[in-house]
């Protein structure tokens, strides 16, 4: 499997972005699929979590009801929906398939989200 996010850029305190998350492969449908971030300077961190159907979400108490995680599986496209975004949520955003050993192995390369105040 194989992961291309994109959708990251520069934007002001308060606006929106959504990442997109294109995966390769016919197992996606069945993964589960995270988003993490990584600050400069920070160890990578969770963001949030979607469950294989879409169905179940976790996030980050940073994201809480600011991001919402979402899938496709018709298209093999995972979404992650930032909105009233903050100086804080700079960073690259990764996407991530969890295998069932709930380990994380595959990732995407990462895109830059950048805000400004």
């Known amino acids: 499997v194989q992961l291309q996010a994109s959708g990251g850029g520069l934007v002001q305190t308060g606006g929106s972005l959504r990442l997109s998350c294109a995966a390769s492969?016919?197992?996606?449908?069945?993964?589960?699929m995270g988003w993490f971030r990584q600050a400069p300077g920070k160890e990578r961190e969770f963001v949030a979590w979607?469950?294989?159907?879409?169905?179940?979400?976790n996030y980050a108490d940073a994201v809480k009801y600011r991001f919402t995680a979402s899938r496709d599986n018709a298209k093999n496209m995972g979404y992650l929906q930032m909105n009233n975004l903050t100086v804080e949520d700079t960073a690259v955003y990764f996407c991530?398939?969890?295998?069932?050993?709930?380990?994380?192995?595959?990732w995407g390369q990462g895109t830059q989200v950048t805000v400004s105040s």
């Open positions: 991530a398939l969890q295998s069932p050993s709930k380990s994380y192995n595959y």
């Open positions: 492969g016919r197992t996606f449908r069945s993964m589960p």
């Open positions: 979607i469950n294989d159907n879409g169905f179940r979400r």
